[in-house]
């Protein structure tokens, strides 16, 4: 079992340019969510899916969106990149939402210039 | 905002020491939970506390959970310079389908 995976794992954007952040998870699990975490902070959840589709806000959703394409992958979407998205944002699953483990991707590392 | 506040933010001890690390919060919650961030990493779940718990045991890990201080702490006895790392601990909100992290504390073992 992969786990839950994360593709690019690095980006650089120029402000304006859009781009899809994709994650993936193996485990069959119900709920998925997305986060960014910047330098001194912990993670902030930006989009969640509790369940294949239904999606709610997090936090921070503002200049994100996602789609829950199906049960195994959950996707996040920058329409209009900012330098404020400059941050590494992580994916993560859990078989119940909220309640229980977590299991987080690799992460990827996003530049807006 | 956050519910989960980290102390202290940053830790620094001797291999063979153990290192105690406090998670204070504001509203009721279901569980808590402790995740290990190694450095440029996803988080690793370590240990979760239920509300009606208040110790829990995991290898060199021990929890405790007060839920009338909401605060939690997170103890590992006998660290390694592997335990070198960013600890979060987490918490899941009462009612709500959503964990939220703290700040996290910085963990330096030094061999």
């Known amino acids: 079992n992969a786990g839950v995976t994360q593709t690019p794992k690095f980006q650089v954007l120029k402000t304006g340019q859009s781009m899809t952040l994709q994650c993936a998870q193996d485990?069959?699990?119900?709920?998925m969510y997305w986060y960014r975490q910047d330098p001194g902070m912990g993670l902030r959840l930006i989009y969640y899916s509790a369940s294949e589709g239904t999606t709610d806000k997090g936090e921070v959703p503002n200049g994100y969106n996602v789609s829950r394409l199906n049960k195994r992958e959950f996707s996040l979407r920058l329409e209009s990149a900012a330098p404020s998205q400059t941050s590494v944002y992580f994916c993560?699953?859990?078989?119940?939402?909220?309640?229980?483990?977590?299991?987080f991707g690799p992460g990827t590392r996003l530049l807006v210039l | 905002s956050q519910q989960g506040e980290e102390d202290p933010q940053a830790l620094s001890i001797q291999e063979g020491e153990n290192a105690t690390m406090n998670c204070s919060y504001k509203t009721s919650i279901n569980n808590l939970q402790w995740y290990r961030q190694n450095s440029g990493r996803g988080l690793v779940h370590l240990i979760l506390?239920?509300?009606?718990?208040r110790e829990k045991h995991s290898g060199r890990l021990r929890v405790t959970l007060d839920t009338s201080k909401k605060s939690s702490s997170l103890l590992i006895t006998a660290s390694r310079a592997a335990d070198t790392a960013s600890y979060f601990c987490?918490?899941?909100?009462?009612?709500?389908?959503?964990?939220?992290f703290g700040t996290g504390t910085r963990l330096q073992v030094f061999p």
């Open positions: 485990m069959n699990h119900n709920s």
């Open positions: 506390i239920r509300s009606n718990e």
């Open positions: 987490a918490t899941a909100q009462s009612n709500t389908d959503k964990l939220i």
């Open positions: 993560a699953s859990s078989e119940v939402a909220g309640l229980e483990t977590q299991y």
